[in-house]
């Protein structure tokens, strides 16, 4: 397993926690994270994109097994979740890319970011879909200029049962389901 960064939590300060503790369940959910260190999860020499209840399991993932597992859990939580994905990719070392959970709670929309060091954080509230999803595209275009593939996902449960994949295989089809 490769590591890179160790746990922070995302309640950094007062109004991040005031936030968090404002829509009930993400504390849950963070919680469960809390030994989490991003990394990439090898199979001898296979990188694997795991399944939800691994990244529980081994407290590791990237941005897309670790944002898989939160938008799962929101989805239990019965609220109207998509994952957002940008990105360039054409094989694991050569590429550019991030999948975020986005998530609709009391008619306002948030993007619970937990991989992404700088944007580490529940953002929101926004008062639409479409402005969350410019707060992050806006946010992905300053730190890597452009990408070239964006995709809105809300078959969730087709991600999950994908899983686990080796990662160039898994987000070759991230563009298109």
Same mark, same amino acid.
């Given at each position: 397993m490769l590591f890179q960064h160790t746990y922070e939590d995302i309640r950094v300060n007062q109004e991040a926690k005031k936030l968090v503790e404002s829509i009930p369940g993400i504390e849950e959910i963070l919680d469960t994270l809390k030994e989490y260190t991003y990394g990439i999860y090898k199979k001898g020499k296979k990188s694997i994109v795991l399944a939800p209840d691994d990244v529980v399991k081994y407290q590791t993932g990237t941005c897309i097994d670790v944002h898989i597992y939160i938008a799962r859990e929101l989805l239990k939580l019965k609220y109207e979740t998509k994952l957002l994905y940008l990105g360039n990719f054409k094989d694991l070392k050569n590429s550019v890319l991030h999948l975020t959970p986005i998530f609709k709670y009391?008619? +306002?929309?948030?993007?619970?970011?937990?991989?992404w060091s700088k944007y580490? +954080?529940?953002?929101?509230?926004?008062? @639409? +879909?479409?402005? #969350?999803?410019? $707060?992050?595209?806006?946010? $992905? %275009?300053?730190?890597?200029?452009?990408?070239? =593939? =964006?995709?809105?996902? &809300?078959?969730?449960?087709?991600?999950? +049962?994908?899983?686990?994949? =080796?990662?160039?295989? $898994? #987000? &070759? %089809?991230? @563009?298109?389901?």
């Amino acid at each position: 397993m490769l590591f890179q960064h160790t746990y922070e939590d995302i309640r950094v300060n007062q109004e991040a926690k005031k936030l968090v503790e404002s829509i009930p369940g993400i504390e849950e959910i963070l919680d469960t994270l809390k030994e989490y260190t991003y990394g990439i999860y090898k199979k001898g020499k296979k990188s694997i994109v795991l399944a939800p209840d691994d990244v529980v399991k081994y407290q590791t993932g990237t941005c897309i097994d670790v944002h898989i597992y939160i938008a799962r859990e929101l989805l239990k939580l019965k609220y109207e979740t998509k994952l957002l994905y940008l990105g360039n990719f054409k094989d694991l070392k050569n590429s550019v890319l991030h999948l975020t959970p986005i998530f609709k709670y009391q008619d +306002k929309w948030y993007n619970l970011e937990r991989t992404w060091s700088k944007y580490k +954080k529940l953002h929101g509230p926004f008062e @639409s +879909k479409e402005e #969350v999803i410019d $707060f992050v595209k806006n946010n $992905f %275009k300053k730190e890597y200029k452009e990408y070239t =593939e =964006e995709n809105l996902i &809300s078959h969730i449960d087709k991600l999950i +049962k994908m899983l686990p994949k =080796e990662i160039d295989t $898994f #987000v &070759s %089809k991230l @563009s298109k389901i």
